[in-house]
């Protein structure tokens, strides 16, 4: 009986689905980019005036700026010109079972440990609902149980667009105060032409009553291109968001240019983790995403604390520095790394921690491993000004080496313009050494899996910073993103 | 047999093709059944510890003549894992540190991966915890010691201690101690060796490599070799570790040579 109910509600659910989608596909918007094409999406998305007058004077900015050129990392010129803009998912055509599946996607999965039922709901089969109904049955009762006791805590948690439908007020006074549109380049480009993204508030003294990556588990969402994401954590109030996945994230899209602002009220905290995991291109980089991220948080409250960790394995190219501004006094922020690449790949990341409040503290763990031809760059900028009197820093920088035709690169970058402060920075480089891999395998290990071991062992004080569910999962996939680099 | 050497001649491969590759094992031969006791004894430089790396697989070494049979199959054609998988151990002169991998899941990973190549199913976690629960209190090894990362902060006497646990763990036919007694005091030196006794039995080999006899006090051989140059010169029974802690090494190889 139950069953047959739930059948109903997921046709219901699919008629909706896919009348939707039909309806947005007779609109997409031409390649290039003009104020029309900002007009457009503005106008697709219902926007008020002032959200598209916000859009255009970022497009303005965009005109004047320069794309930077100052990482360690090397591509082609991109046309922006001849990307699109505004295009609805396409229409894709879903398999019909698992059979129908990629067997390279769906052993990965099997690599990851994820289960069947999940195997189905992220390969988008179609109709996965009908073939597992209990599967579905879970993940609509959960999620719907999950944005009730969301709603119940007084807790928001949408998608942008629809916070500046509904929460207007809110977004006019955060969006853009911590990456105002034209900080760089790719923000400015994000300003003025994002369409996707989430966007959480979470009220004073509230502690969100879940681990927002649970919510995600379930509900596997599509990432866009550009990505707007806002999270809000008011007096006293705590939230954990998790981003991204372990399974290999395919893209249609080249570049990426995601915007993240935290804002950490007094006494607030927010912890953000990423799993980035996009397509990181042939064993050349060809086809390869390109990462180009800005992520801050502004800890305005004294006392607050911001911590972001991330693992990222994926991508041609990453250029991405999550960074706090410590403004309220004895705030703390943190920035735990992970950062692999193999192939051709080339990373380019690190933070800014800016101090300027009193007392306030930052610690930077960061471990990067390259193997094959990859580079692998660490960029970090700790700034002590003048009236944060008590501040404190420790950085550790670790790289791992594997193989000889790999590079590992480590670019502090400190100021302190007050004497009343303590910064420290550590650095290692290493090479898995040949004894380590014998005494492994002489115990019966095999080389991949020796250095899988090793490799985590070496990022271990990172890997305990993201959610337990994450961890193992994290942990295959360490293992996965190195496989062919030895031997 | 258990363990077949015969003629074995080997070289240490140079490093990035400098220099000619030089000959440590010279003519080889050994034979070793299951419940015997070998003892290696030889001076520094004799190709001692070469032997048990090249029956162990370690890469640099290339074996230029003579076999290796172990149970029978030719055991230089297997990778080090299938050698370990296959019932071969290795207890290091030197036990490498692994930062950040817990002991636990170090020995748990290498336990799977031997069943896994042996096609036999992985062990569960709450057996698996049971059986090194149950071996490392017979060693007397706190478990806290088992959360900590493999052989990092360890003494020497703990990095051997931690080298029997894992035999007793892997349970192999044939243990090759390499210096197992090198750089322990007398009461390290003891559990070391009580530990080894109680994994004797007559399934099992062992093959002891020691420059002293002092060793061989707590770990009593059935067979002494002694070896120089590369092969092995003379063998004997345990009275035979006496004589040479009474002539000295000079004396053998004088005689051999």
């Given at each position: 009986m139950?069953?047959?109910?739930?059948?109903?509600?997921?046709?219901?659910?699919?008629?909706?689905k896919?009348?939707?989608e039909?309806?947005?596909?007779?609109?997409k918007a031409?390649?290039?980019l003009?104020?029309?094409i900002?007009r457009?999406?503005?106008?697709?998305?219902?926007?008020?005036?002032?959200m598209?007058?916000?859009?255009?004077e970022a497009?303005?900015?965009w005109?004047?700026?320069?794309e930077?050129?100052?990482a360690?990392?090397r591509?082609?010129?991109?046309d922006?010109q001849?990307?699109?803009?505004?295009a609805?998912?396409?229409q894709q055509k879903?398999?019909k079972?698992?059979?129908?599946?990629d067997p390279?996607l769906l052993?990965t999965?099997?690599?990851?440990g994820?289960p069947?039922k999940e195997?189905?709901?992220?390969?988008?089969?179609?109709?996965?609902?009908?073939v597992?109904?209990?599967a579905?049955?879970?993940?609509?009762?959960?999620?719907?149980?999950f944005r009730?006791?969301l709603?119940?805590a007084?807790v928001?948690f949408?998608p942008?667009?629809e916070?500046?439908q509904?929460?207007?007020?809110l977004?006019?006074?955060y969006?853009?105060?911590v990456v105002?549109?034209g900080?760089?380049?790719?923000?400015a480009?994000?300003?003025a032409?994002?369409?996707?993204?989430?966007?959480?508030?979470?009220p004073k003294?509230?502690?969100c009553?879940?681990e927002l990556?649970t919510?995600f588990?379930?509900n596997e969402k599509?990432?866009?291109q550009f990505?707007r994401t806002?999270?809000?954590?008011?007096?006293?109030?705590?939230?954990?968001y998790?981003?991204?996945?372990?399974a290999?994230?395919?893209?249609?899209?080249q570049?990426?240019?995601?915007?993240?602002e935290l804002?950490a009220?007094k006494d607030?905290?927010?912890?953000y983790?990423?799993?980035?995991?996009?397509?990181?291109g042939?064993?050349?980089?060809?086809?390869?995403v390109y990462?180009?991220?800005t992520?801050?948080?502004?800890?305005?409250?004294d006392n607050?604390k911001?911590?972001?960790t991330?693992v990222?394995?994926?991508s041609?190219?990453t250029?991405?520095y999550?960074?706090?501004?410590?403004?309220g006094?004895?705030?703390v922020?943190?920035?735990?790394?992970?950062?692999?690449?193999n192939?051709?790949?080339q990373?380019?990341?690190g933070t800014k921690?800016?101090?300027?409040?009193k007392?306030?503290k930052?610690r930077i763990i960061s471990?990067?491993?390259?193997?094959g031809k990859?580079?692998?760059?660490y960029?970090g900028l700790?700034s002590?000004?003048r009236?944060?009197?008590?501040?404190r820093?420790?950085?550790?920088?670790?790289s791992?080496?594997?193989g000889?035709e790999?590079?590992?690169?480590?670019v502090p970058?400190i100021q302190?313009?007050?004497p009343h402060?303590?910064?420290?920075?550590?650095a290692?480089?290493s090479k898995?050494a040949?004894d380590?891999?014998?005494y492994?395998?002489a115990r019966?290990?095999?080389?991949?899996?020796?250095?899988?071991?090793i490799?985590?062992?070496f990022v271990r004080e990172v890997i305990q910073k993201l959610?337990?569910?994450f961890m193992?999962?994290t942990q295959?996939?360490i293992g996965?993103?190195?496989e062919?680099?030895?031997? | 047999?258990l363990?077949?050497?015969?003629d074995?001649r080997?070289?240490v491969?140079p490093?990035?093709?400098?220099g000619e590759?030089?000959e440590?094992?010279?003519?080889l031969?050994?034979?070793?059944?299951?419940?015997?006791v070998?003892a290696?004894?030889g001076p520094?430089g004799s190709g001692?510890?070469t032997l048990?790396?090249?029956l162990a697989?370690?890469p640099?070494y290339?074996?230029?003549?003579?076999e290796?049979?172990?149970d029978g199959?030719?055991?230089?054609?297997?990778e080090?894992?299938?050698r370990?998988?296959?019932?071969?151990?290795?207890?290091?002169q030197?036990?490498?540190e692994?930062?950040g991998?817990p002991?636990?899941?170090?020995?748990?990973?290498a336990?799977?991966?031997?069943r896994?190549?042996?096609g036999?199913?992985?062990?569960?976690t709450p057996d698996?915890?049971r059986?090194v629960r149950?071996?490392?209190q017979?060693?007397g090894?706190s478990?806290?010691m088992?959360?900590?990362?493999?052989?990092?902060?360890?003494?020497?006497?703990?990095?051997?201690?931690?080298?029997?646990?894992q035999?007793a763990?892997?349970?192999?036919k044939?243990?090759?101690?390499?210096?197992?007694?090198s750089g322990l005091?007398i009461?390290?030196?003891?559990v070391?060796?009580e530990?080894?006794?109680a994994?004797r039995?007559?399934r099992?080999?062992?093959l002891?490599?020691?420059h002293?006899?002092r060793l061989l006090?707590y770990?009593e051989?059935?067979h002494v070799?002694?070896?120089?140059?590369?092969?092995?010169?003379r063998?004997g029974?345990?009275e035979l570790?006496?004589?040479l802690e009474?002539?000295g090494y000079?004396a053998?190889?004088?005689?051999?040579?």
């Amino acid at each position: 009986m139950a069953d047959q109910d739930t059948i109903r509600q997921v046709e219901e659910l699919k008629k909706y689905k896919y009348g939707f989608e039909t309806e947005i596909e007779t609109e997409k918007a031409p390649k290039g980019l003009n104020e029309d094409i900002i007009r457009f999406i503005s106008a697709k998305k219902g926007e008020p005036e002032w959200m598209l007058e916000w859009r255009l004077e970022a497009y303005r900015q965009w005109l004047k700026m320069e794309e930077p050129r100052w990482a360690k990392v090397r591509y082609e010129p991109i046309d922006y010109q001849d990307l699109y803009y505004y295009a609805a998912p396409k229409q894709q055509k879903k398999p019909k079972s698992l059979d129908e599946v990629d067997p390279r996607l769906l052993e990965t999965y099997e690599k990851l440990g994820i289960p069947l039922k999940e195997q189905m709901v992220l390969a988008g089969v179609e109709g996965a609902p009908k073939v597992a109904v209990d599967a579905v049955f879970d993940s609509v009762s959960v999620a719907t149980t999950f944005r009730e006791e969301l709603e119940k805590a007084g807790v928001i948690f949408c998608p942008i667009s629809e916070a500046i439908q509904k929460y207007p007020d809110l977004v006019r006074k955060y969006l853009g105060s911590v990456v105002p549109p034209g900080d760089n380049f790719f923000a400015a480009l994000n300003s003025a032409v994002f369409t996707d993204g989430s966007f959480v508030y979470v009220p004073k003294g509230v502690r969100c009553p879940m681990e927002l990556s649970t919510y995600f588990r379930i509900n596997e969402k599509k990432t866009g291109q550009f990505e707007r994401t806002l999270i809000i954590v008011d007096e006293g109030g705590y939230v954990s968001y998790l981003e991204g996945c372990t399974a290999p994230a395919r893209s249609e899209h080249q570049l990426h240019a995601a915007v993240v602002e935290l804002i950490a009220e007094k006494d607030a905290e927010i912890k953000y983790s990423t799993v980035q995991n996009w397509y990181p291109g042939d064993e050349e980089g060809r086809g390869g995403v390109y990462n180009f991220v800005t992520k801050r948080a502004d800890c305005r409250g004294d006392n607050s604390k911001v911590s972001w960790t991330q693992v990222e394995t994926g991508s041609a190219i990453t250029w991405k520095y999550p960074s706090c501004l410590l403004r309220g006094d004895n705030s703390v922020g943190e920035f735990y790394s992970i950062a692999i690449s193999n192939n051709a790949q080339q990373v380019d990341s690190g933070t800014k921690m800016v101090h300027l409040g009193k007392n306030t503290k930052s610690r930077i763990i960061s471990k990067g491993i390259s193997a094959g031809k990859s580079q692998n760059t660490y960029r970090g900028l700790v700034s002590i000004h003048r009236k944060a009197h008590g501040a404190r820093n420790f950085t550790q920088c670790d790289s791992l080496l594997i193989g000889g035709e790999c590079g590992a690169h480590t670019v502090p970058y400190i100021q302190a313009k007050t004497p009343h402060a303590k910064v420290e920075h550590e650095a290692t480089t290493s090479k898995i050494a040949e004894d380590q891999l014998f005494y492994l395998r002489a115990r019966g290990i095999p080389e991949e899996e020796a250095v899988a071991l090793i490799v985590n062992g070496f990022v271990r004080e990172v890997i305990q910073k993201l959610p337990m569910e994450f961890m193992a999962e994290t942990q295959r996939l360490i293992g996965i993103s190195l496989e062919g680099s030895v031997g | 047999m258990l363990l077949e050497v015969k003629d074995l001649r080997a070289v240490v491969r140079p490093e990035e093709d400098e220099g000619e590759a030089k000959e440590i094992i010279k003519g080889l031969s050994l034979s070793l059944d299951r419940g015997e006791v070998h003892a290696i004894m030889g001076p520094n430089g004799s190709g001692k510890s070469t032997l048990s790396h090249v029956l162990a697989g370690k890469p640099g070494y290339e074996v230029t003549d003579g076999e290796v049979l172990f149970d029978g199959e030719n055991l230089l054609e297997l990778e080090p894992e299938e050698r370990a998988a296959k019932g071969l151990f290795l207890a290091m002169q030197y036990p490498v540190e692994i930062p950040g991998v817990p002991y636990m899941q170090f020995l748990k990973v290498a336990l799977n991966s031997q069943r896994k190549l042996r096609g036999e199913d992985e062990l569960s976690t709450p057996d698996f915890m049971r059986l090194v629960r149950e071996k490392a209190q017979a060693l007397g090894i706190s478990m806290d010691m088992l959360k900590r990362p493999v052989n990092v902060g360890f003494s020497g006497g703990e990095k051997k201690r931690m080298e029997v646990l894992q035999m007793a763990v892997l349970e192999p036919k044939l243990c090759v101690l390499d210096e197992i007694d090198s750089g322990l005091d007398i009461d390290a030196l003891k559990v070391v060796a009580e530990g080894v006794n109680a994994l004797r039995g007559p399934r099992r080999g062992f093959l002891v490599i020691t420059h002293y006899q002092r060793l061989l006090d707590y770990i009593e051989p059935d067979h002494v070799h002694i070896m120089a140059n590369g092969r092995i010169i003379r063998s004997g029974g345990p009275e035979l570790a006496h004589e040479l802690e009474r002539e000295g090494y000079a004396a053998f190889v004088e005689d051999a040579a």
